[in-house]
């Protein structure tokens, strides 16, 4: 005898479309796509089953959506030989998936009559107290980068651009914050303490990351002189990879994050000695590297943590890149024309250096030609005009972490610098100012320049903020390659924080101007029409009032603290 809520290939069947469980669109096969997940995933009858219950459920409804689409989409790549845009940064700012994915798939209706049908609510789901309990906000960033970074990934996907987001799934993101009689509390962000549906780990795709240790020099085959890094120690980052879908297209690209791992978990030998925390102490060591964002850098600990979590992730993008163009069949020297790699701020600028040592080191290619490859792949955006701000590295920690690295960089330079005396005869002070090596006082690898010299364009984030970087911090590259500056002015994606974050505002906008400005914001325009509009200019306020009061009422229900939604608010 079935229980009255256990799963039922009847409803798929009865559809009339007939469609597929785990892929169809109708408020149908949604419900019966949820019963199956809720019963088959997380062995709940609805019953019994809790809020996270429904949340879990429905995210992995939608995620069987997403990974259809994503299959069909690495197909088409394929057939279509395109050249895929690989956006590597130290942070991403997502959101939570659950109400932009609805949006996308363009199924937030048939979602809520299919949860009606069951008894649920599906704005109660997706109410933000709810949200913040079952889906913490990812804590993978915390401000302009990670927001620049998913907006992009989102546009991408929107405009059906092939894209590779790189980062580092960072188990406690930054911290928690909490204000206790009245001073900041920082604790654990625990963003991951119901797991999380919408990421699929990849144990096959995972690549060795060495550090320390020193470098030798031995003659190849052909008696060429090679460098061999010999490291100090050894562990891998393993992907784990979220489906990105585009706004009403079919278009899914990923979000391929790394979390660090030791080679072996537990020493088998080490605890049978009675040593049980060394047994696992390899484990703890290498896992740290993927801990936390931007850990304090106030002791030299710190600051070598950081620069292992930057080489970390980038090299096992690059190390992907060049699995997945080997797998075409096509040269090396073909790689710039399959990938291009995005440097979002100074944090994964070592790329050029690393993509540098894979190429001659690993794959035996001359070092004027791995030059060629590399200058026309990497792409570098500049979001400071604090020259403080700027990040550089001490010197003897970087030897220290990467022997290799700075032997790479140091040539880099060389042959930079021969260059630029050429076109600056007796301007030492320029020269200085260009080197990758600030050699005033301590000595520090400047990974700004790095990224000036390794990339065939430079950006800021917005057309002032561009001019200003040729004029002040950057402005010596600026003189030398002025070609290289070209501005790319960033916002925000209007489905996340118009559409799911204010659909008053947004179905206001749709009914004034139709929807075409869910992609294309020039649309907006359009609104100068109503200036003189009475009657849509109460509209407009009464949509903000409306949410301004919901703000008031989550802050009351939250800190307790009573504010008027007819102040200010900044």
């Excluded at 797991?195 to 795709?205: F, L």
């Amino acid at each position: 005898m079935k229980t009255k809520h256990a799963p039922d290939d009847t409803l798929a069947k009865s559809s009339p479309v007939h469609e597929p469980t785990r892929t169809g669109l109708s408020a149908a096969t949604i419900k019966q796509a949820f019963l199956d997940n809720l019963f088959y995933v997380q062995g709940r009858f609805l019953e019994v089953a809790t809020p996270n219950d429904h949340y879990q459920a429905l995210a992995y409804t939608l995620r069987d959506r997403l990974l259809l689409r994503w299959v069909n989409t690495v197909q088409t790549y394929k057939e279509t030989n395109c050249r895929t845009v690989c956006y590597l940064s130290a942070e991403y700012l997502p959101g939570p998936h659950l109400g932009n994915n609805l949006i996308n798939l363009g199924i937030m209706e048939n979602a809520r009559e299919a949860l009606t049908e069951l008894g649920l609510d599906l704005d109660t789901i997706l109410d933000l107290d709810v949200i913040m309990e079952h889906e913490e906000e990812p804590g993978l960033g915390n401000g302009g980068l990670g927001r620049l970074a998913a907006c992009f990934m989102d546009s991408l996907a929107t405009l059906q651009i092939p894209a590779i987001g790189y980062g580092i799934r960072y188990e406690y993101g930054i911290f928690d914050q909490i204000i206790r009689d009245g001073w900041q509390v920082e604790t654990s962000d625990t963003w991951l303490h119901y797991g999380n549906p919408w990421e699929v780990r990849r144990p096959n795709i995972s690549f060795e990351i060495k550090v320390g240790g020193h470098v030798e020099t031995y003659s190849d085959g052909d008696g060429r002189a090679r460098s061999r890094w010999v490291s100090q120690d050894v562990f891998r980052g393993v992907a784990f990879d979220t489906p990105i879908l585009g706004h009403g297209v079919n278009t899914v690209n990923l979000l391929r994050l790394w979390a660090a791992e030791a080679p072996e978990s537990f020493d088998f030998q080490t605890f049978n000695q009675g040593d049980y925390a060394g047994a696992v102490m390899r484990k703890v060591r290498s896992e740290t590297v993927s801990k936390v964002l931007y850990p304090n850098d106030d002791a030299d600990s710190g600051k070598r943590l950081r620069l292992m979590q930057q080489y970390f992730f980038v090299s096992c993008a690059l190390q992907d890149m060049l699995r997945i163009h080997l797998g075409t069949g096509l040269p090396l020297d073909k790689f710039h024309e399959k990938f291009a790699a995005q440097l979002n701020d100074t944090h994964p600028t070592i790329a050029v250096a690393e993509l540098m040592r894979l190429l001659v080191d690993i794959h035996g290619v001359d070092w004027d030609a791995a030059w060629g490859v590399t200058t026309r792949t990497f792409a570098y955006t500049n979001h400071t005009l604090l020259p403080e701000a700027l990040e550089k590295w001490p010197l003897p920690l970087f030897q220290n972490l990467l022997p290799r690295h700075l032997e790479i960089v140091y040539e880099i330079n060389r042959r930079f610098l021969d260059d630029m005396r050429l076109r600056y005869p007796y301007d030492d002070a320029r020269i200085a100012r260009l080197s990758i090596i600030d050699e005033t006082g301590t000595r520090f690898v400047r990974m700004a320049n790095l990224a000036c010299v390794g990339a065939y364009a430079v950006n800021g984030v917005a057309a002032l903020h561009t001019r200003l970087l040729g004029e002040t911090v950057l402005r010596d590259f600026h003189d030398t390659w002025p070609e290289k500056f070209q501005n790319k002015t960033n916002g925000v994606t209007p489905r996340r924080f118009i559409m799911l974050s204010n659909p008053g505002l947004a179905g206001l906008l749709s009914e004034s101007l139709g929807e075409g400005w869910v992609t294309d914001l020039e649309r907006l325009r359009g609104l100068e029409k109503f200036v003189d509009d009475t009657a849509f200019q109460d509209r407009w306020q009464a949509v903000k009032r409306e949410r301004k009061a919901n703000l008031a009422d989550f802050i009351a229900r939250t800190q307790g603290i009573s504010i008027d939604p007819d102040s200010l608010f900044d």
